[in-house]
């Protein structure tokens, strides 16, 4: 029997039935069971069978043409990888992204009754290997694809960093029609997965009329609804349930009913063809995100300094807090104009360095107060403020520029 076989296991009684898989150990066997889950047995007290040969799933051929439906509105998908675009390689037991854009729509397809589809791999990489330059190429990748006349985006992406490739578009684009990022927590080829309702309802969105980077993923742990995420106010919150994400300091933009395609909405949002497209796609990759932690050396301050980062973004403790013995560090960076922005590790509610004696010498050693911005969007604005506009860096950075921060935080979410 090879890895990727469909095997019986018979044990004390009951048999198992699923794939298998590899076992670190040679004494027991592990197959992937019909619900998703793994499980390993003794081998020695157990009773192993074929049931069936495996078979490769092999990529599609070049020639394979997407069909076309006449009156559907154009859109493109562009892949960059994630467990969206992932299997289990029965070699090795783990998820790896091996699915290419046009397989997606292939594996789904209710997405060709909602539209037609360009399909595009820009990378096909597990978002732990995203960075700074990948952002850079994906931007100018969606202006491509609007200016070519497509009425919508879907990016897929891994969830672990989708929150920053978001931000980092939310700032780089201007956007006429539906930016839509999506992903889900559990690979394609799961019977628990969610893939293919969080594609279907980013489909759905990709052709209404909110003309912003979103993020659009399961609301609840059931197949119901997905909710429309501000792309710069959403935050993965678990590791691995299907409604990990959620809006951070605000509502959702909306949500897309699963069974009946509706979008009900919860919040202004700028329309399609409100804006002309526009593309600053220039980020100041030195940049770094610093969490404070109780007793830490305010040598972390010096060594970013000494090293030429050109922008520091501190996540302070709850108002906005570091111990007092780093308010030199922020004087020595302020002085060497590299800007300190300071968010909470809290992450719902506000930063407020005027309530407390430590927070007013932050202020008046330099800090810029970050509002109520979740810190990676504070690092990657600070990226974008300063390779674009870095002589406004303080006044852009207590500003909202694409619905980051508010002046006013509700108590409700």
């Known amino acids: 029997m090879d890895l990727g076989d469909r095997v019986c296991i018979e044990r004390n009684g009951r048999s198992y039935e699923g794939v298998l898989m590899p076992s670190r150990r040679k004494d027991h066997v592990v197959i992937k069971l019909d619900n998703g889950y793994n499980i390993g047995l003794y081998l020695p007290k157990s009773k192993l069978t074929l049931v069936e040969k495996g078979q490769e799933l092999k990529p ?31 070699r090795t037991g783990a998820v790896t992204s091996q699915f290419s854009a046009g397989e997606i729509i292939a594996a789904i397809p209710e997405l060709e009754e909602i539209a037609n589809y360009n399909a595009r791999v820009i990378y096909q990489i597990l978002s732990e290997n995203m960075r700074a330059d ?27 960093t989708m929150m920053y490739t978001a931000a980092a578009l939310s700032f780089m684009l201007r956007t006429p029609v539906p930016v839509v990022i999506v992903g889900s927590q559990r ?11 969080n594609a279907i309802c ?29 792309g710069t106010r959403v935050r993965k919150m678990h590791t691995s349930r299907r409604d990990a994400f959620q809006s951070m300091n605000q509502p959702p933009l909306g949500r897309v009913d699963y069974q009946s395609r509706e979008i009900q909405t919860f919040l202004p949002y700028r ?22 932690t109780p007793g830490a050396s305010p040598e972390i301050l010096n060594y ?13 403790t709850g108002l906005g807090h570091v111990a007092s013995d780093w308010i030199d560090g922020i004087r020595r960076a302020t002085e060497e104009e590299i800007p300190v922005v ?36 504070a690092l990657v604005k600070l990226m974008w ?29």
Not at 134 to 157: F, P
Not at 187 to 197: F, I, V
Not at 388 to 404: D, I
């Open 187 to 197: 690979s394609s080829d799961r019977p628990s997965s969610d893939a293919a309702m």
């Open 202 to 230: 980013a489909a759905t969105v990709a052709i209404s009329d909110i003309a912003e980077v979103c993020v659009v993923m399961h609301g609840t742990t059931s197949d119901d609804y997905c909710f429309i995420h501000r």
């Open 134 to 160: 990948y952002w850079m190429a994906l931007a100018r990748a969606v202006a491509e694809e609007i200016r070519s006349g497509a009425e919508g985006i879907i990016i897929t992406h891994g969830t672990d």
């Open 60 to 90: 599609l051929d070049g020639d394979w043409q997407l069909r076309r439906k006449a009156g559907l509105p154009q859109v493109s998908i562009l892949s960059t990888g994630g467990t969206i675009a992932s299997k289990v390689d029965y």
């Open 385 to 413: 403020v300063l390779a674009n506009r870095p002589n406004e860096v303080r006044s852009l950075m207590r500003r909202p520029l694409a619905g980051e921060l508010s002046f006013s935080t509700p108590m409700c979410v």
């Open 271 to 292: 329309r399609r063809s409100e804006s002309e497209l526009a593309i600053m796609d220039r980020l100041e990759t030195q940049c770094a995100l610093v969490k404070y």
């Open 304 to 316: 970013y300094i000494d090293k030429g980062y050109k922008g520091i973004v501190l996540e302070g």
């Open 342 to 377: 300071v968010t909470s590790q809290c992450l719902r509610g506000r930063i407020g360095d005027l309530v407390y004696d430590t927070g007013r010498y932050m202020l008046d050693a330099g800090a810029i107060e970050g509002e109520d911005m979740l810190p990676e969007v």
